[in-house]
């Protein structure tokens, strides 16, 4: 698959089939993540990958932090957001949420504890950085990330960006004995996609490329 076939077919996948992945497969996925650029090659990104019973025990615990918590899917944002992004979210939910109204679940609760059970992905990921690199390094380890994403779609596994499981990152530390000197930025969802889930038959858009890009001439 050429790189702007993979660009352009992936997307975020939130059911997968009951299928294991290799690790052969798992470890060239992250090598292709791996040669990602950075600066002044620091390489600041870390991996955790889990499957099997462990990935299980993670996702008992932050089931359970999320009964006790309850933390809702939102930006973030501490000021309310400009039109132009409350309407992308508007169209976004426009196609999401009747796809996953044909599960008969709620679409918070779906978004929710799919977050917290990495919408049953046979691999779970966690993407730390040591605590001692500034916030602009995030940056290098997004690079990364996107390579990941892109390298696994091209290997035919689906993959789903999740950020509402950071509100646990210190239940996913304990479970995972990831060291007090890393920062969890994000988790991944990795496997094979159920093409048949309502929960994949919808497609969000994108701006227009006057929308995201100025010209200086």
């Given at each position: 698959m050429?790189?702007?076939t993979a660009?352009?077919e992936?997307?975020?996948?939130r059911?997968y089939?009951?299928k294991?992945?290799?690790r052969?497969?798992?470890?060239?996925v992250?090598?292709c993540?791996g040669?990602?650029?950075s600066?002044?090659?620091l390489?600041?990104w870390?991996?955790?990958a889990?499957h099997?019973?462990?990935k299980?025990?993670?996702v008992?615990?932050l089931?359970?932090?999320?009964?006790?918590?309850r933390?809702?899917c939102?930006?973030?944002t501490?000021?309310?957001?400009?039109q132009?992004?409350?309407?992308?979210?508007r169209r976004?939910?426009?196609?999401?949420e009747?796809a996953?109204g044909?599960?008969?679940?709620?679409?918070n609760?779906?978004?929710?504890?799919g977050?917290?059970s990495f919408?049953g992905?046979?691999?779970?990921v966690?993407?730390t950085?040591d605590?001692?690199?500034?916030?602009?390094r995030?940056?290098?380890?997004g690079?990364s990330?996107?390579?990941l994403m892109l390298?696994?779609?091209?290997e035919?596994l689906?993959?789903?960006?999740?950020?509402l499981?950071l509100?646990y990152?210190?239940?996913?530390?304990?479970?995972?004995?990831i060291?007090e000197?890393?920062?969890?930025?994000?988790?991944?969802?990795?496997?094979y996609?159920?093409?048949?889930s309502p929960?994949?038959?919808?497609h969000t858009?994108?701006e227009?490329?006057?929308e995201?890009?100025?010209?200086?001439?």
């Amino acid at each position: 698959m050429d790189l702007f076939t993979a660009i352009q077919e992936r997307k975020s996948v939130r059911a997968y089939l009951d299928k294991p992945v290799s690790r052969v497969l798992i470890e060239k996925v992250f090598t292709c993540a791996g040669s990602a650029p950075s600066a002044i090659n620091l390489q600041p990104w870390e991996f955790v990958a889990t499957h099997g019973e462990e990935k299980d025990r993670l996702v008992r615990r932050l089931k359970a932090a999320h009964r006790e918590r309850r933390v809702s899917c939102g930006p973030g944002t501490e000021s309310p957001l400009p039109q132009k992004y409350t309407e992308r979210g508007r169209r976004a939910l426009t196609v999401m949420e009747p796809a996953v109204g044909r599960l008969n679940i709620a679409f918070n609760r779906f978004i929710e504890e799919g977050s917290c059970s990495f919408y049953g992905a046979p691999v779970a990921v966690i993407v730390t950085i040591d605590r001692l690199f500034p916030a602009i390094r995030y940056l290098d380890v997004g690079l990364s990330v996107a390579y990941l994403m892109l390298a696994a779609h091209a290997e035919g596994l689906a993959t789903c960006p999740i950020g509402l499981i950071l509100e646990y990152a210190e239940d996913i530390s304990a479970t995972l004995n990831i060291s007090e000197d890393k920062r969890i930025l994000l988790g991944i969802s990795m496997g094979y996609e159920d093409p048949a889930s309502p929960a994949n038959q919808f497609h969000t858009d994108r701006e227009e490329l006057a929308e995201i890009l100025t010209w200086y001439e």
